[in-house]
């Protein structure tokens, strides 16, 4: 028994990190039915690039925002799961293949989300994300998800999630432009059906951010907008004011 799976990457300017993101996907041990990329206003070679990687479907998203493209790639998908990447990360060779048994073995699970590991990073920085994900990551889970029940930790970068599932909660809300969008999306998730997070199924993605802000300053980012969201439901930088509940 198999799935149909949709890949949905969402990139805007990103010619340069695109390519390996696409040939990452073709080189999967369980191949997607369909891979999408979400052009979302980019001014660079960002289409040009997705067209001349064979099999990728190229959709092109004039209104710039990432959940404004994520949902773009919602309704465009055929796929009963979706799956979402971030445009800078590159997939291990199985990981498809993971994140679709764990669907398979578990009816009632409608979503699922997983960290990150850092090609480009310093070593000191790949210790601290690997210390966060085998410690304080799991206490916060704990407590948000299942002390709290107020949310749960979500990767915007790397989720899967039943069509229904997105279907249930109306879509991404593109009221929000960026920050805190994945934690918006786990926390309505999280209220209509079973979400997990889990280990194994990482992806690769970029250290740019935590090089071009520094460690600190986008640590203080995230931990602001996650709590932020989860106990106001709304995101606390970069969003407009009429966010859905």
């Known amino acids: ?18 390519p390996a ?13 369909e891979i999408i990329v979400i052009d979302n206003a980019s001014t660079d070679a960002t ?18 925002g990432l959940t404004v493209a994520r949902e773009t ?5 055929e796929g009963e799961l979706l799956v979402y990447l971030d445009a800078d990360c590159r997939a291990p060779l199985t990981w498809l293949e993971r994140v679709e048994r764990r669907f398979l073995s578990d009816s009632h699970l409608l979503a699922l989300s997983a960290p990150y590991r850092f ?3 310093d070593w000191w ?6 210390a966060y994900d085998v410690t304080l990551a ?3 889970q ?11 930790i979500f990767y915007g970068g790397n989720f899967a999630v039943r069509r229904e599932g997105l279907e249930l909660i109306g879509g991404f809300d593109t009221s929000i432009e960026f920050h805190g969008e994945d934690t918006n999306v786990g926390r309505r998730l999280n209220r209509v059906g079973k979400v997990t997070l889990v280990q194994d199924c990482y992806l690769y993605t970029s250290a740019r951010r935590y090089r071009a802000m520094g460690k600190g300053a986008v640590f203080r980012l995230y931990v602001r907008n996650f709590t932020s969201e989860l106990l106001h439901h709304r995101p606390k930088d970069r969003t407009h004011l009429d966010v859905r509940i």
């Open 47 to 64: 289409g040009e690039v997705a067209r001349q990687v064979p099999g990728v479907r190229v959709i092109e998203e004039p209104r710039k």
């Open 21 to 33: 993101c696409l040939y990452s996907l073709l080189a999967q041990s369980r191949r997607p039915d």
């Open 142 to 152: 704990v407590l948000v998800k299942y002390v709290l029940g107020i949310g749960t």
């Open 119 to 121: 090609y480009d990073w």
């Open 73 to 77: 790639g919602r309704r465009a998908a």
């Open 1 to 18: 028994m198999t799935l149909r799976i949709s890949v949905i990457v969402c990139a805007h300017n990103e010619a340069l990190y695109l």
């Open 125 to 130: 920085g790949r210790l601290l994300i690997r």
């Open 138 to 140: 799991p206490a916060t």
